[in-house]
């Protein structure tokens, strides 16, 4: 059974076990900090109770646009036992739908031009480039 919740400050062991399980670094050893300050701002994603996908993000105003406020998804985990199978999909909507809910105007990502195709699937455009990263957003009315 899957099951989609909000991080809790107590998830903090889980997430650095899945994160090293994934080969992400955390070089200035601040997701502690984002943790306990924002653990709302985590989307953890369960599998008969085993920690299997985490998407954090935090709200932004892309560009300094005084516009609106966004989200944007600042890391993607997906258990490399669980990659190619569907997880990491099931986590993209999950964020999308929670932003709408909070009433964002859409959400934001950097990702690797390989990534492009993938994220375009659930509606993500591509808005420019920050170093060897692309920027992609969605937005809605």
């Known amino acids: 059974m899957m099951e989609i919740r909000t991080a809790v400050p107590g998830d903090l062991a889980e997430i650095r076990i899945l994160e090293r399980r994934c080969g ?9 900090t984002r943790m306990s300050e924002h653990p709302e701002q ?8 085993r920690l299997i ?15 609106g406020q966004w989200h944007s998804i ?7 036992c ?4 569907g997880a990491e999909g099931v986590l993209i909507k999950e964020v999308i739908e929670q932003a709408r809910s909070r009433r964002y105007e859409g959400v934001y990502l ?32």
């Open 74 to 80: 600042r890391q993607l985990m997906i258990d490399p």
């Open 53 to 67: 996908g985490c998407a954090e993000g935090a709200p932004v105003i892309p560009g300094g646009d005084i516009y």
């Open 82 to 85: 669980w990659q190619k199978l």
């Open 110 to 141: 950097t990702c690797s031009p390989e990534r492009c195709p993938f994220y375009a699937e659930y509606g993500f455009v591509r808005t420019g480039e920050a170093k060897k990263e692309i920027l992609m957003r969605i937005a809605w009315q």
């Open 24 to 32: 992400i670094r955390d070089p200035y050893g601040q997701l502690p």
């Open 42 to 49: 985590f989307l953890l994603m369960r599998v008969e109770g």
